[in-house]
């Protein structure tokens, strides 16, 4: 071990890789030691570090991220006076063994949630109108899991009517290594959208072929990692992205949203209906917006009637043949509109609220199953790819 002039040793080299493999890539959420993004580690006798790093492509939208997540590490290591953080951009060779490592050696276009013996759970969540706070349930449920200890990811998949970024607060860029991308984060969940591949309000005018493209992109493409639980919001009705997640993800359970009201309830029952077809099964149906809880009184003011996700797990347990529970019912609340126009999801940000408690104890069954199944708690690039 070197010393200055003034008898202060220099730190090891290996106490500073070894602070170096605690800093995890704020995407892939590994170590930046596993994943080669060290180039070069300096180290002088006056205890000046000079740390380069390199980066998946040269836009990176955490570079700042990672220096300073890097310097902080090091600069905590016995005997560094300073450090210095130089970014480089790996090569191509360098970006297609990350991609390959990451994949498993698995192929590419291979949708990992369809594999033998996949240990994630995938809940797509469905509803037979619009309107009735499909989106609202799955960005909720899919932030209370992950809060509950979960590693959780959620697929945009209502394309025409992408809205989960805004309501997760998911405002970040996914970025592209070779033909894998890698999806933001927000509130400890991972999710991809189409929006986040459109400029600014742009609506989406695809057909068919295209929109099973874009879902077999978000399943395959994107670097996911090892997920408990994966949601899928998907478009109302029975459409064409029914259908491909049938297609593409047969192991998905279907998880119905219905308003108490009649009439939402019947076009729900023939939206979760189209498991007989398939051959998915279906874990529940959740009630949104099922009363109104009178700020003067404890009356509840039934304000689209009551009974309707009863009426739906029956009608689906007939149809079936096999039983389909009610998981929950959510009262109105506007803290949980504000919420979504807010991207802070009512479980997080008033988690103890009528509304929040009743999709917390959704996501504890849902997340139960997924302990009970694992035994603990557990590319996109531009426009005209697809």
């Known amino acids: 071990m070197a010393t200055d002039t003034y008898g202060t040793a220099a730190p090891a080299e290996d106490a500073v890789r070894a602070a170096l493999a605690t800093v995890n890539d704020p995407e ?226 279907i998880l119905v949203v219905t308003t108490p009201q009649q009439a939402a309830a019947e076009v729900a029952e023939r939206a979760g209906s189209i498991a007989v077809q398939t051959h998915q099964k279906i874990v529940g149906v959740v009630e949104n917006m099922s009363g109104l809880p009178c700020p003067h009184c404890d009356e509840m003011i039934d304000v689209f009637g009551t009974g309707g996700g009863r009426l739906v797990a029956e009608g689906l347990t007939r149809t079936t043949g096999a039983e389909v529970p009610v998981l929950g019912a959510i009262p109105i609340d506007v803290r949980l509109r504000e919420g979504g126009d807010s991207g802070k999801p009512i479980v997080l940000s008033d988690p103890d609220s009528p509304a929040a408690t009743a999709l917390r104890g959704i996501a504890d069954k849902l997340g139960g199953r997924q302990r009970g199944l694992s035994g603990m708690s557990l590319g996109i690039t531009p426009r005209n790819k697809f």
């Open 28 to 253: 892939i959420h590994r170590p930046i030691t596993d994943l080669g993004m060290v180039k070069s580690v300096e180290i002088g006798a006056d205890g000046a570090v000079a740390v380069t790093v390199y980066l998946t492509v040269s836009g990176c939208p955490m570079r700042d991220t990672i220096t300073r997540n890097v310097t902080d590490a090091v600069a905590a290591v016995a005997g560094v006076t300073r450090v210095d953080v130089t970014l480089d951009v790996m090569g191509d060779e360098q970006r297609r063994e990350l991609a390959a490592s990451l994949r498993g050696g698995t192929a590419e276009r291979e949708v990992p949630f369809a594999r033998p013996g996949s240990l994630t759970r995938v809940y797509a969540v469905a509803s037979g109108k619009g309107g009735v706070g499909k989106s609202s349930v799955t960005v909720n449920l899919a932030a209370a899991m992950a809060a509950d200890g979960l590693k959780v990811g959620v697929v945009d998949a209502d394309i025409y009517g992408h809205s989960v970024p805004r309501m997760l607060g998911a405002d970040g860029t996914p970025t592209q290594v070779e033909n894998m991308i890698m999806p933001p984060s927000a509130h400890g969940v991972k999710v991809i959208s189409i929006g986040m591949f459109t400029p600014g309000n742009t609506p989406v005018v695809w057909r068919g072929p295209m929109l099973h493209r874009a879902l077999q992109q978000f399943l395959a493409d994107v670097f996911w990692g090892d997920l408990d639980v994966l949601l899928l919001d998907l478009p109302p009705g029975t459409g064409d992205i029914a259908i491909s997640v049938a297609q593409l993800v047969p192991n998905a359970e």
